[in-house]
């Protein structure tokens, strides 16, 4: 228990030395299908939307028309460069797209809120994205984005999309440190490591902790298959359930 004087909060406690469920390494698919995963994203929308707020307009894929697939590795692609305000904010709208689709639900207000203050905005993001590069611990790089009990820096961007963000900040060379997690993640993580989870507004340590169990999983299933498993292939494995 952590006590205030004001309240009282629980610290809903992640184990990052639970086993590795028999029922996700068989599920294991491999990297290709991990890098594969491909979410549908309305461009014109996003072109439209960027406009109206005189942001930066997207590069490479995403600057098409209408519906396109947008998958890891193209996401991947896009910090394939050095950290660069300019080009954390492309990163970002690649990171939102891919976890947004086709219905983007709270675009406009996620917009708003990064064209509020866009120099603060990429200054933050920078400065993540860097720490990734550096290969910075994943709970004091995420304490850059998100506030010690779980809100984000940036308004309308929360601690789950900030995880996507640092996940794509690695470029596509690297083997992920900074994993993403979601509701869908944390869901199913409630019986085998993590009871109780709260699938919001997770704290800096709490995310660490994350990110140690996935390091920790694919370990052990790297010893079990006789091959390298990325710290990500559990966490699609784990949100495909």
Known sequence: MYRSSRSVKITYMLNPNAPLPDDVYDRLPGRVPVLDQSILVDAARWHEALNARDLPIPVGKLAGSGQIAISRADV??????????????????????????LRAPRLHARLDAIADDPDRASELLTEAWRSVRDAGDPETTYAILTKPHGAGRIKWLGPAFSTKFLYFAHGPDATPTHLILDRVVATKLQVTAWPAAPTTGWWPSTYGAYCALMHHWAAEASDRAGRDVSPDELEFTVFKG
């Open 76 to 101: 991947f692609a896009v910090a394939n460069q050095e950290p660069t305000p300019a080009g954390a904010l492309q990163l970002l709208w690649y990171s939102l797209a891919w976890g947004l689709g």
